[in-house]
């Protein structure tokens, strides 16, 4: 290969977004008003940003709130096909208690709604690939670990 020939490499885009629980340890999930699927709070990281700064910022954006971001629980390399490559960070959002949840508002009108649903009716609520990635993230935060995922989809050591 020339010095003036360029091997290509990837260039994802990235975004975050945080996993909230109620006190009957119930996950949170939102409706965007720009997709037909439930999904939790978070969107896309801009320049000059941080994961973590984009999931405080998409949280205070969406919900109107600002309770402490925990630790990471998921990174998913999660190419789409129409939207190009994308990792997706999972930050631990905590347990909201019902002081909080009173506060929630739509600040930015890219959500109509929040539900509570139990972490096992994901695959009736979300896309495939969302469901596997909060049940991925719901198990790592029980476990106190990180998890790397690839669709969704914990990948075999060795």
């Given at each position: 290969m020339s010095d003036q020939?360029?091997?290509?490499?990837?260039?994802?885009?990235?975004?975050?977004?945080?996993?909230?629980?109620?006190?009957?340890?119930?996950?949170?999930?939102?409706?965007?008003?720009?997709?037909?699927?439930?999904?939790?709070?978070?969107?896309?990281?801009?320049?000059?940003?941080?994961?973590?700064?984009?999931?405080?910022?998409?949280?205070?954006?969406?919900?109107?709130?600002?309770?402490?971001?925990?630790?990471?629980?998921?990174?998913?390399?999660?190419?789409?096909?129409?939207?190009?490559?994308?990792?997706?960070?999972?930050?631990?959002?905590?347990?909201l208690d019902s002081e909080?949840?009173?506060?929630?508002?739509?600040?930015?009108?890219?959500?109509?709604?929040?539900?509570?649903?139990?972490?096992?009716?994901?695959?009736?609520?979300?896309?495939?690939?969302?469901?596997?990635?909060?049940?991925?993230?719901?198990?790592?935060?029980?476990?106190?670990?990180?998890?790397?995922?690839?669709?969704?989809?914990?990948?075999?050591?060795?």
């Amino acid at each position: 290969m020339s010095d003036q020939e360029t091997v290509p490499f990837a260039q994802a885009r990235a975004a975050a977004g945080a996993l909230f629980f109620d006190e009957a340890g119930h996950v949170l999930f939102v409706r965007p008003t720009y997709k037909s699927h439930m999904d939790i709070p978070g969107g896309y990281v801009e320049p000059g940003e941080t994961p973590h700064q984009a999931c405080v910022r998409e949280v205070r954006e969406e919900l109107g709130i600002q309770p402490a971001i925990g630790r990471l629980l998921v990174v998913d390399w999660a190419p789409h096909p129409q939207e190009g490559d994308k990792v997706l960070f999972v930050f631990d959002g905590g347990t909201l208690d019902s002081e909080v949840i009173k506060q929630i508002r739509f600040a930015d009108r890219e959500l109509s709604a929040y539900e509570f649903h139990r972490v096992d009716e994901s695959d009736d609520l979300l896309i495939e690939r969302l469901a596997r990635r909060i049940k991925a993230a719901a198990t790592a935060r029980a476990r106190g670990e990180t998890v790397y995922l690839e669709h969704g989809r914990a990948v075999p050591a060795g």
